[in-house]
């Protein structure tokens, strides 16, 4: 399903302005890295393709020893720590105990490469090497929720923040425990190569959609049912129609189904209302546009569905936290350019609560 067939044919999307050439990112692997953490960053960079085919990311896993032990498995990595130098983006994946000692020369080779303004991330407890190597004070840092208490007593020098999914401080950046490597992963794409990629990126990565109890992940698509639904049909024609001003009705038409019927299978089916699936949409739509093109505020909001700007603007503010000319400085791709971490602390993916307002 062609997630902005809405605009097709209709206001044509500028080309985005990939990067030339290729991000080289190098997977840091240490003794007794947790193989999900290392496997993380491999696969997701792994899988993204520009629209032309080509691929967004070189990456390389290199270490201080040509073997390593990652819980049950035995590694051969593919280069040593001189790897580091040459890295666009490092990733440091966490170790089964966070608090032994790094490799010196390891520690060495991050405090080199961030001297360089290489961006330096984190996966879990990664972020223990991270702070170990210096990196983290006067930061903003996450980390596995478990051992959030043993960062805080170890590295006081660190703003430790256990309730967020990942951390974005321009070069330096970590996730929370496990599946938020995939988010922050994600999160990187998208300042890299804008909302279409990462969206592509993380339909084949199969990324998590929402945490139950905690904060939605990053995602660009609604929280979709991962299995056949009677929503199939009606879920790709919201995606063309988004535009128009649809109400309950419209829906229910091009679905076969009573409102009533209707809104009992999308509450069960994806956890929203009809209209709070619409607004997502035209949001999510709104984002690319912001993103891709010079269109005005004015003219997104029009062709986005929305009744008014002002209309647009609350929206859009309260999903996803900021103001769409803040959004699109913030995310509008570029060559290595860092992220706005003013902006990007405060913006939230779209993932519309039960109690959001709506048209």
């Known amino acids: 399903m062609a997630i902005w067939t809405a605009f097709t044919g209709i206001w044509p999307l500028r080309e985005m302005p990939y990067p030339s050439g290729m991000y080289t990112t190098v997977v840091l692997a240490l003794p007794d890295a947790i193989p999900f953490d290392l496997a993380t960053p491999i696969e997701t960079f792994g899988r993204v393709r520009l629209p032309d085919g080509?691929?967004?990311?070189?990456?390389?896993?290199?270490?201080?020893?040509?073997?390593?032990?990652?819980?049950?498995?035995?590694?051969?990595?593919?280069?040593?720590?001189?790897?580091?130098?040459?890295?666009?983006?490092?990733?440091v994946p966490g170790r089964e105990n966070p608090l032994a000692p790094a490799p010196p020369a390891a520690l060495a080779a991050l405090r080199t490469a961030a001297d360089r303004g290489t961006r330096i991330a984190s996966i879990c407890v990664g972020a223990f090497t991270l702070a170990e190597a210096g990196l983290l004070d006067g930061l903003d840092a996450t980390t596995h929720w478990l051992a959030a208490d043993e960062f805080k007593r170890?590295?006081?020098?660190?703003?430790?923040?256990p309730d967020v999914l990942y951390t974005d401080n321009?070069?330096?950046?970590?996730?929370?425990?496990?599946?938020?490597?995939?988010?922050?992963?994600?999160?990187?794409?998208?300042?890299?190569?804008?909302?279409v990629v990462a969206a592509d990126a993380a339909r084949l990565a199969v990324a998590p959609l929402h945490r139950p109890g905690g904060q939605a992940q990053y995602i660009v698509r609604n929280r979709a049912p991962s299995?056949?639904?009677?929503?199939?049909?009606?879920?790709?024609?919201?995606?063309?129609?988004?535009?128009?001003?649809?109400?309950?009705?419209?829906?229910?038409?091009?679905?076969?189904?009573?409102?009533?019927?209707?809104?009992?299978?999308?509450?069960?089916?994806?956890?929203?209302?009809?209209?709070?699936?619409?607004?997502?949409?035209?949001?999510?739509?709104?984002?690319?546009?912001?993103?891709?093109?010079?269109?005005t505020v004015?003219?997104?909001?029009?062709?986005?569905?929305?009744?008014?700007t002002s209309n647009f603007r609350?929206?859009?503010?309260?999903?996803?936290?900021?103001?769409?000319?803040?959004?699109?400085?913030?995310?509008?791709?570029?060559?290595?350019?860092?992220?706005d971490e003013a902006?990007?602390?405060?913006?939230?993916?779209?993932?519309?609560?039960?109690?959001?307002?709506?048209l």
């Open 54 to 91: 080509r691929p967004g990311y070189r990456t390389l896993v290199a270490g201080p020893e040509r073997d390593i032990e990652a819980g049950p498995l035995r590694l051969t990595v593919d280069d040593d720590l001189d790897a580091l130098q040459r890295a666009d983006l490092i990733v």
């Open 154 to 161: 170890k590295y006081p020098a660190v703003q430790v923040n």
């Open 343 to 358: 902006v990007l602390a405060k913006a939230t993916p779209v993932f519309l609560p039960e109690n959001a307002k709506l």
């Open 298 to 308: 004015d003219r997104i909001a029009a062709q986005t569905g929305f009744p008014t």
């Open 170 to 195: 321009g070069k330096i950046l970590t996730s929370a425990g496990a599946v938020a490597g995939i988010d922050l992963c994600l999160h990187i794409v998208r300042n890299d190569y804008g909302t």
């Open 227 to 295: 299995r056949p639904t009677t929503l199939d049909q009606v879920l790709p024609w919201i995606e063309d129609n988004a535009y128009r001003g649809l109400a309950l009705a419209d829906i229910a038409a091009a679905a076969g189904l009573s409102v009533r019927t209707l809104t009992r299978r999308f509450k069960d089916e994806t956890g929203q209302s009809p209209l709070q699936w619409v607004a997502g949409v035209r949001i999510r739509q709104a984002q690319e546009l912001l993103e891709t093109t010079d269109h």
């Open 314 to 339: 609350s929206q859009f503010g309260q999903v996803v936290g900021v103001t769409p000319g803040a959004y699109r400085k913030a995310f509008r791709p570029g060559p290595h350019r860092p992220a």
